[in-house]
């Protein structure tokens, strides 16, 4: 059976000599799978493919099934690694269209608590009012902000239109196992409630509950997601030899481009329903690496769609940029161009022809001339979209992310800046004991 794989060729010729970046990644592997390296508390997701067992995917799946029976929209309330890996695999996976069939099979999942915009939760409270729906809510601590307005908001409805007894059976919650509110609530109101791990950071963490919950009640089979996640454990495995390790050199070869200047990465996709593993991407490694004034700025563009705006800036603009081009090899679908007496298009020369040809040589015809015009390429080819592969490509990420932070000389696992802005925004909203920061900050307003 195929497995993902990692073409560096065309981004070698940008940079030096890489072998010692290929024995400091072989070490920061090991680090990683021993735990000795920075934020050692937070590896649970190293070897977390492996310790699933089938019977908790039997147990998630029961689960489900009778949560969602008669249930037409769950509402996945979370935010950041809350809410991205399941939205990205679930979006990948998932028919585009199933909001326009008459009665999809399964229910639809729609997120909330992940910004606080008004006409959002407004427009989401009145499709609610007039459908069967539930509730997972997705917090460590219960306490941050966006999902806990949007969890106490939606709590209330949910009350109101099912009274408190049903409402407290529509709901799950994904929490830590012994403290913070959420779990405080869980115990009082008696919800079903699934553990986030302590080990786990919240954008390592869509292997756990936090998204094999929300993607099982997609429809999608989480026990071949899961699969697939444990055949890229084995392979990255720190006793295989580097080169063949695809986590390890997509680790190199990306610090490699960065230690030569290449300071923003573009991720590449050419299949529309990549759009949001891109978002969970960005997270992972922006989150990751972006801290102690050094990282590579993640970016990324849906092609053939972004070439009509952003293709300008990545042929001819600075050159400070590179491309990692995730590449589904083979279609699950397939469409033939028809012949057109007219022509009028001046396109028969492709009829007979598929469009995911097409497509694809737009891809090999793009890469080209990017690696021509000065934008080295990296290329991660994934066999089928699917949800064994798709298990394969989370991992893949996960494990080059942590050795890729760790040959940065950062702590790929914490993320002190993003308490600035928290604090900022209480003070600013008279939050008790924020008093001294709100008189500074209204003096520069």
């Known amino acids: 059976m195929e497995n993902i794989s990692v073409d560096i060729s065309k981004a070698l010729s940008f940079t030096g000599n890489i072998e010692n970046l290929y024995i400091k990644a072989a070490e920061y592997?090991?680090?990683?799978?021993?735990?000795?390296?920075?934020?050692?508390?937070?590896?649970?997701?190293?070897?977390?493919?492996?310790?699933?067992?089938?019977?908790?995917?039997?147990?998630i799946n029961e689960t489900v099934t009778k949560f969602v029976k008669d249930v037409e929209i769950v509402v996945c309330i979370g935010i950041g690694g809350s809410y991205l890996g399941a939205k990205a695999v679930i979006d990948a996976l998932s028919n585009q269209f199933n909001l326009f069939t008459q009665k999809p099979k399964y229910p639809v999942i729609v997120f909330a608590g992940h910004q606080m915009c008004e006409d959002y939760i407004t427009e989401l409270r009145t499709v609610l009012s007039k459908k069967s729906w539930a509730i997972v809510v997705i917090s460590k601590s219960g306490t941050t902000t966006e999902p806990a307005i949007a969890f106490r908001i939606l709590k209330n409805d949910i009350e109101n239109k099912f009274g408190k007894t049903e409402a407290r059976k529509r709901i799950i919650a994904i929490t830590d196992k012994s403290k913070g509110a959420l779990r405080s609530l869980s115990n009082t109101e008696g919800y079903?409630?699934?553990?986030?791990?302590?080990?786990?950071g919240g954008r390592y963490s869509v292997l756990t509950p936090v998204g094999l919950i929300p993607i099982a009640m997609a429809g999608i089979d989480i026990k071949k997601l899961v699969e697939g996640a444990?055949?890229?454990?084995?392979?990255?495995?720190?006793?295989?030899?580097?080169?063949?390790?695809?986590?390890?050199?997509?680790?190199?070869?990306?610090?490699?481009?960065?230690?030569?200047?290449?300071?923003?990465?573009?991720?590449?996709?050419?299949?529309?329903?990549?759009?949001?593993?891109?978002?969970?991407?960005?997270?992972?490694?922006?989150?990751?690496?972006?801290?102690?004034?050094?990282?590579?700025?993640?970016?990324?563009?849906d092609f053939t769609s972004d070439l009509h705006s952003m293709g300008q800036y990545i042929q001819e603009g600075m050159r400070n940029i590179f491309e990692t081009v995730i590449s589904i090899k083979n279609s699950n679908n397939q469409i033939i161009i028809p012949n057109d007496s007219e022509n009028l298009d001046q396109l028969n020369f492709l009829s007979g022809k598929r469009l995911g040809e097409v497509n694809k040589m737009a891809e090999l015809g793009t890469r080209l001339a990017h690696v021509d015009g000065g934008v080295p390429n990296i290329l991660i080819e994934v066999p089928f979209l699917n949800e064994y592969y798709l298990g394969q490509l989370i991992y893949f990420f996960e494990k080059a992310c942590g050795i890729s932070g760790y040959i940065l000389g950062v702590n790929p696992f914490d993320q002190p800046g993003v308490e600035n802005y928290k604090k900022n925004m209480f003070a600013l909203l008279n939050k008790p004991g924020y008093e001294k920061l709100a008189d500074e900050l209204r003096k520069k307003i």
């Open 29 to 59: 592997n090991k680090a990683l799978e021993e735990k000795t390296g920075k934020g050692n508390d937070f590896l649970g997701w190293v070897n977390l493919p492996s310790s699933i067992s089938d019977n908790f995917i039997s147990e």
């Open 192 to 200: 079903k409630t699934y553990e986030i791990p302590d080990d786990v």
């Open 230 to 301: 444990q055949t890229m454990e084995l392979i990255t495995k720190s006793n295989n030899p580097v080169q063949n390790n695809p986590s390890v050199s997509y680790a190199v070869i990306r610090n490699a481009l960065y230690n030569c200047n290449k300071t923003t990465e573009i991720l590449v996709n050419y299949h529309s329903k990549l759009h949001y593993i891109a978002e969970w991407w960005k997270q992972l490694y922006g989150e990751s690496e972006g801290k102690e004034g050094k990282g590579i700025f993640p970016a990324s563009v």
